[in-house]
């Protein structure tokens, strides 16, 4: 149990997987400004950047207690699940769903009421562009993700004004999940030249906008969905 009513002198967010990755670069750009950062993972971090509470997401274990408020909570954990159609097992699409969408829903759900003591509370997903843009061997992720594109704008219009709930939806990212898809140069500059930006994203690309919409100045955005991507979902060059 946590008590942050004394160290908090800016924002207070949690980020779920902040020990590598996308939420790793989140957590870094907020403790550079001064913000205060819970972490919530499996894995310790490997930076002295945050608060850390260990916890694995999918665990049937009720989430550690946090008092006081939270200005904004980020859900990073995923999956990138890429199989033939007819290869994918029932578990298969179990496993996706409850790492990507049920554990969202325990994370928000356990920390509403944090969420609910803040004057610009912001709640942030992750989707993929493979749920707009149809891909091959996506089935499974887009399952998940599209789930969580439609909670994000459910969310966002049950809890308004009060909390505004946003979902960025990337592109191959340069994370450690990515990393059987990009572990060569030639499969590195495949997935560079499939964007009309001729490179995939970077984990801070992202954190960028999750920031942006964690902050002050995202305040009359809800419910939308965010592609960052590189052009992918609507360009073809």
């Known amino acids: 149990k946590i008590d942050f009513f004394c160290l908090k002198t800016m924002r207070t967010t949690l980020i779920i997987g902040a020990s590598s990755g996308i939420g790793k670069a989140l957590a870094t750009n907020l ?4 913000e205060t950062v819970i972490s919530m993972s ?3 971090p490997d930076s002295p950047f945050s608060s850390y ?10 989430l550690p207690k946090i008092e006081g408020a939270i200005d904004g909570l980020v859900y990073c954990p995923g999956s990138i699940n890429l199989k033939p159609f007819r290869a994918l097992k029932q578990q298969d699409f179990e496993n996706d769903f409850k790492l990507n969408v049920l554990g969202a829903i325990k994370s928000i759900q356990a920390y509403t009421q944090n969420l609910q003591l803040s004057k610009n509370a912001s709640i942030v997903l992750f989707s993929t562009v493979a749920v707009q843009t149809g891909m091959s061997f996506h089935s499974s992720v887009s399952i998940s993700k599209g789930a969580i594109e439609a909670l994000t704008k459910a ?4 809890f308004s004004p009060k909390i505004r709930v946003n979902c960025v939806a990337p ?6 999940m990515a990393d059987k898809l990009i572990n060569t140069p030639e499969k590195l500059e495949a997935s560079n030249n499939r964007h009309p930006l001729k490179r995939i994203g970077s984990p801070v690309d992202i954190a960028n906008t999750v920031e942006f919409l964690l902050s002050e100045n995202a305040s009359w955005i809800t419910g939308q969905i965010l592609h960052v991507d590189g052009g992918m979902s609507t360009l073809k060059v």
Request: charged share 25%; no cysteine.
């Open 53 to 62: 509470l260990q916890h694995d997401i999918i665990s049937d274990e009720e």
């Open 155 to 158: 969310l966002a219009a049950e």
């Open 171 to 176: 592109s191959l990212t340069s994370t450690a």
């Open 42 to 44: 499996r894995n310790l």
């Open 31 to 34: 403790t550079q400004k001064g």
